[in-house]
């Protein structure tokens, strides 16, 4: 996008603004109103424009005047609607009693939690509750601040999130080489020539590790101005489809490729670090440990041959600006680790690392670790300070792997999870071996789910906390300007009135703070609200400064409060009054379409965290696990492997119960090439049983496709809403089938923890009985 092009966008007549601030900050019913949002559904982030009247929503649209997505919306957003309005979206505490869910108040289910959890945790300790935490908390300002509140106060460590179902592998590279869980580098699309994308479909995914609205339209500006976009995947993607080249790969091998690649740049003399020479430590380690992986040495194993690797190497080299990014496709493997940290090796090597139109670090104005301290060192970071009690599994940035949460309460014993809190998290469908972890879940003496809907997890609470509408609530991304393609911030007023006896999340899980406390049920939470923050704020200011900035921060409560103190400590704010015209949570309010903060700009070695202050090219742990790389050079393909894949119309396993997106063709199919149904024989549109190792199977209709590798099926994430006891009436119409069943919870990623959902073997054979 041009300066001109964003200024035309701006000087664009502007709706009438909704008022904002605190409970005072919902808007009247009354009449008709334009208010505008920022979407919560994916990572993307998209400006939206909701028209409302008599407090209901008439039409969204996109926000042509958004500083970030410029007027570009997916489906999902419009969607929004549908999620308001759900039926079976909760709006009050549920109990069970007897074996079913009955209504109950605020105070009768807080409560209910004190009365049982509280014994438990004296007679068992912290480590008995267990915490699992799923992805729509990133997308929610309230519990995205306040579960972390929650995790702090009970102190367990049986911690398991859909981190480790998804991206740990490259939050522990990028922790490794750059010194923060966060610090992700991201292609800086607007500028770059050569884009290698790997694992990564993003005109489906809106992006990810990547907040990158409208893809479709960064990628044909990047081909009309000349460059060249090269996708690598098992399956010809949507993102593939609009590509200059798409190459297949055998599931689970993208280690090799890189390898090969990095290989490359050493055998033909094409490393050149540029500016980062001075900053880049290991660089020889690197060219030593990967001389057994030449390209004729690994084509075989990836599929891909040794010229075709060799060339990949050489047009990435000589790209003026050019960038490597590999997403859930090289992350959900064996080598997940392995695989994040040599597409940042390929950045560095070829010197696109930092530099405009390579991979480039975004500057957040808020909540970044890597924009706070002292620039340019630090700590690092630390893994395995403990380990999970069954299988020794290491702690992963303060986790444990999702595989290991079946077996955590299964397993009797001193430390045996029997008390559970589920926060927007639905590991049944989401985890491997789900109907494994359903049954755990039945073995536990108590359970509080925070959710929306009771789906197939929530099912087996003894308390279920409903959050609200995004509608309803107030909105500030959170980790997702730490991914975006552009520095922004952007604020997001509730678009309709809290309804009259609904609790915000954050005021929920502070009374779940409370109990895990040991105050009770009928503590005051917003003096403990009060008394939080007041520690916050001695920690980031001192003593001395800390009673002025309280004082300032005064009038704000909750999320709001901690995002002006974020705002105005950040890189860009106004320091509490020591930098005149910076950032402050009014001046973020008042701009309706946000803040725009520019182009990614280079920050090494200010962003560095290490110890070293270098980028660390060659992790120990991560150069060690290459023995177990090499290892694997001559295995077999799969007769069959197994990979996921994902809809623009969908988000995991939440967004199936929304008649917008829910409409249309069966999406839940097995795609599969022609050659492989013919040996197989399958029919299309008939049904075919797939078997996982373990034996487990579910049976999915056949789509042909020549869009598949041969030798690959694919069967979208997220799926299996036929379980009994949830209550997602329009999903379980049509409830697909759930891929996690034939996947293995004894296999991940030993370093990150992370899950291996794709490259699996599995079995094929048709089913002639309709499901």
């Known amino acids: 996008m041009t300066d001109a092009w964003r200024a035309e966008r701006r000087a664009a007549p502007k709706p009438a603004r909704v008022p904002s601030g605190d409970r005072s900050m919902y808007p009247s019913d009354e009449g008709s109103s334009i208010s505008h949002r920022v ?383 589920t926060i927007a998290s639905n590991p049944v469908l989401s985890a491997p071996n789900g109907p494994r972890v359903a049954a755990a879940m039945d073995r536990l003496e108590f359970m509080v789910s925070c959710d929306i809907y009771v789906n197939e997890t929530t099912r087996h609470a003894d308390v279920i906390l409903p959050g609200l509408s995004p509608l309803n609530d107030s909105h500030y991304d959170i980790p997702f300007p730490q991914f975006a393609f552009r520095n922004n911030a952007r604020y997001s007023a509730p678009v309709l009135p809290l309804p009259a006896g609904d609790l915000p999340e954050w005021q929920a899980l502070l009374k779940l703070v409370a109990i895990v406390k040991g105050l009770g049920a009928g503590a005051d939470v917003q003096a403990l609200d009060d008394e939080l923050l007041a520690d916050d704020v001695r920690r980031l200011v001192g003593e001395r400064a800390a009673d002025a900035v309280l004082q300032a921060l005064d009038g704000l409560r909750g999320p709001e409060r901690l995002l002006d103190l974020s705002l105005r400590l950040g890189p860009y704010g106004d320091g509490f009054g020591t930098r005149p015209g910076g950032l402050t949570l009014r001046k973020v309010m008042d701009a309706e379409g946000g803040i725009d903060l520019g182009p990614l700009q280079p920050r090494i070695p200010e962003v560095l965290r290490t110890p070293s202050g270098k980028v660390e090219l060659a992790p120990a742990l991560l150069v060690d696990d290459l023995a177990r790389a090499a290892a694997g050079l001559a295995r077999a393909p799969h007769d069959m492997a197994i990979i996921g894949r994902r809809h623009v119309r969908s988000n995991n396993s939440w967004m199936h119960n929304l008649p917008l997106l829910a409409k249309g063709p069966m999406r839940c199919t097995a795609l599969i090439h022609p050659s492989d149904a013919l040996r197989l024989d399958l029919d299309d549109g008939g049904m075919a049983r797939i078997t996982g190792a373990s034996g487990q199977a579910i049976d999915v209709q056949v789509e042909f496709s020549d869009t598949m590798m041969p030798g690959v099926i694919s069967v979208p994430h997220g799926w299996g809403h036929d379980l009994p006891g949830a209550q997602l009436g329009l999903a379980a119409q049509r409830p697909g089938a759930n891929l996690n069943v034939v996947l293995d919870d004894r296999a991940w990623d030993p370093l990150s923890g992370n899950a291996v959902l794709g490259g699996a073997s599995v079995q094929v054979t048709a089913r002639t009985a309709a499901v």
């Open 39 to 421: 979407c919560p559904l994916c990572e993307a982030c998209c400006g939206l424009e909701v028209r409302t009247r008599d407090g209901k929503v008439t039409s969204i649209r996109g926000h042509d005047a958004d500083v970030f997505s410029a007027g570009y919306i997916c489906p999902k957003g419009i969607a929004l609607k549908d999620l308001h309005e759900d039926p079976d979206r909760l709006r009050t505490p549920l109990i069970k009693r007897d074996g079913r869910f009955v209504p109950a108040s605020w105070d009768e289910a807080f409560a209910e939690i004190d009365r049982r959890l509280t014994p438990l945790l004296a007679a068992h300790g912290s480590n008995a509750v267990g915490i699992t935490l799923g992805n729509p908390i990133a997308h929610r300002f309230g519990p995205a601040l306040y579960a972390t509140r929650l995790l702090r106060a009970l102190g367990s460590r049986s911690i398991f999130s859909a981190s480790t179902l998804d991206q740990m592998p490259k939050q522990l590279a990028s922790g490794l080489m750059f010194g923060h869980w966060l610090s992700v580098a991201v292609p800086d699309i607007e500028r770059c020539d050569f884009l290698l994308m790997l694992g990564a479909n993003p005109l489906a995914s809106n992006g990810s590790l990547w907040t990158v609205p409208d893809f479709r339209g960064k990628a044909k500006a990047l081909r009309a101005r000349g460059g060249k976009l090269v996708v690598i995947d098992p399956r010809r993607s949507e993102t593939a489809e609009i590509a200059d080249a798409h190459h297949f790969i055998r599931p689970g091998a993208d280690v090799y490729l890189l390898l090969g690649m990095v290989h490359t740049l050493f055998d033909e003399g094409l490393v050149e670090l540029g500016r980062l020479a001075a900053h880049v430590a290991g660089v020889e380690t690197v060219q030593t440990a990967v001389q057994r992986f030449a390209p004729e040495a690994v084509a075989g194993r990836c599929g891909i041959t040794a010229p075709t690797i060799r060339q990949l190497a050489r047009d990435l080299s000589a790209a003026p600006h050019a960038a490597v990014y590999g997403r859930i496709g090289t992350c959900v493997t064996e080598f997940g680790s392995l695989n994040s940290w040599l597409v940042d090796v390929l950045n560095v090597l070829t010197g696109n690392l930092d530099e405009p139109g390579g991979a480039m670090f975004p500057k957040a104005a808020a909540f970044a670790s890597n924009t706070a301290g002292k620039p340019g060192s630090g700590r690092g970071i630390t893994i395995g300070r403990w380990k999970s009690r069954v299988s020794g599994a290491p702690e992963v940035f303060g986790e444990l792997p999702m595989n290991c949460f079946a077996e955590e309460m299964e397993t009797e014993g001193d430390g045996q999870v029997r008390a559970l809190i």
